[in-house]
T-cell receptor, first 112, second 113 residues
Framework: EDKVVQSPLSLVVHEGDTVTLNCSYE??????LLWYKQEKKAPTFLFML????IEKKSGRLSSILDKKELFSILNITATQTGDSAVYLC????????????FGEGTQLTVNP | DGGITQSPKYLFRKEGQNVTLSCEQN?????MYWYRQDPGQGLRLIYY???????QKGDIAEGYSVSREKKESFPLTVTSAQKNPTAFYLC????????????FGSGTRLTVV
C-alpha cells in the first residue's frame, strides 16, 4: 500500500530553536517529493525534490531527499512565530496517471 | 492573474442533499485534483483528472462524483451517499514537468446541518 508518514505529528518550540521535520514514504514509481506550509487555508509550496542528496534551500528553510532510504527532512533554523503552521509532505508517484499523496502533517508551534 | 478559484468558500447543506463545489483554473494545467481535509489530518485524494473527459478515483471516492468537460473546470459533487461530508475541500492543478509542484485553490468549507 502506498503511504507517506510524517513525524512528529506536533512540535512546540521557542523562537530561535532549530527544528527538523521528517517524512518517509513507500510508493510505486516515485516521481517527486514536495513540502508545503499550511497556515489557515490553501497549502503554499515550499520545495520539490526529485534527486537524492541535493539540498534545496530558501532562507531559513532547507530540505533534502534520500531516495535509497525513502526519506526526506525539512529543516527550519532560527524559528520565528510566523513559522507556526502545519507542514505537509507529499509524494507524487505513478505512471502516466501520476497522483499526489499527503502525509498527516506536522503541526509546528513556535512560542515567543 | 493566473490561479485556481474555488467557490463558494463556505457551504451549508442539509442531510440528504447533493451539493456541487466549483473549481476553475486559468493556468492551462492539464491535471486537476480534489482533496478532502479533516481537522488535524493531512489531505486525502478524492478524484483526479489528467486530461479532459477522463478522471480516476482517489483513495476516498465513495459518495462523491466529478466531471471534466472542460480543461479549466473540475466540479465536485458531494452526494447524499457520503456519510460524513463535513470537511474542508481543496482543489489543485498541476502541469507535468513543472518545478513548482501543485497549485491549490483557497478551499471550500462544507458543513452539514
Amino acid at each position: 500500500e502506498d503511504k507517506v508518514v510524517q513525524s512528529p505529528l506536533s512540535l512546540v518550540v521557542h523562537e530561535g530553536d532549530t527544528v527538523t521535520l521528517n517524512c518517509s514514504y513507500e510508493v510505486t514509481n516515485f516521481r517527486s517529493l514536495l513540502w508545503y506550509k499550511q497556515e489557515k487555508k490553501a497549502p503554499t509550496f515550499l520545495f520539490m525534490l526529485t534527486s537524492s542528496g541535493i539540498e534545496k534551500k530558501s532562507g531559513r528553510l532547507s530540505s533534502i531527499l534520500d531516495k535509497k532510504e525513502l526519506f526526506s527532512i525539512l529543516n527550519i533554523t532560527a524559528t520565528q512565530t510566523g513559522d507556526s503552521a502545519v507542514y505537509l509532505c507529499a509524494v507524487e508517484y505513478g505512471g502516466s496517471g501520476s497522483r499526489l499523496t499527503f502525509g498527516e502533517g506536522t503541526q509546528l508551534t513556535v512560542n515567543p | 492573474d493566473g490561479g485556481i478559484t474555488q467557490s463558494p468558500k463556505y457551504l451549508f447543506r442539509k442531510e440528504g442533499q447533493n451539493v456541487t463545489l466549483s473549481c476553475e483554473q486559468n493556468l492551462n494545467h492539464d491535471a486537476m485534483y480534489w482533496y478532502r481535509q479533516d481537522p488535524g489530518q493531512g489531505l486525502r485524494l478524492i478524484y483526479y483528472s489528467q486530461i479532459v473527459n477522463d478522471f480516476q478515483k482517489g483513495d476516498i471516492a465513495e459518495g462523491y462524483s466529478v466531471s471534466r468537460e472542460k480543461k479549466e473546470s473540475f466540479p465536485l459533487t458531494v452526494t447524499s451517499a457520503q456519510k460524513n461530508p463535513t470537511a474542508f475541500y481543496l482543489c489543485a492543478s498541476s502541469s507535468r514537468g513543472a518545478s513548482y509542484g501543485y497549485t491549490f485553490g483557497s478551499g471550500t468549507r462544507l458543513t452539514v446541518v
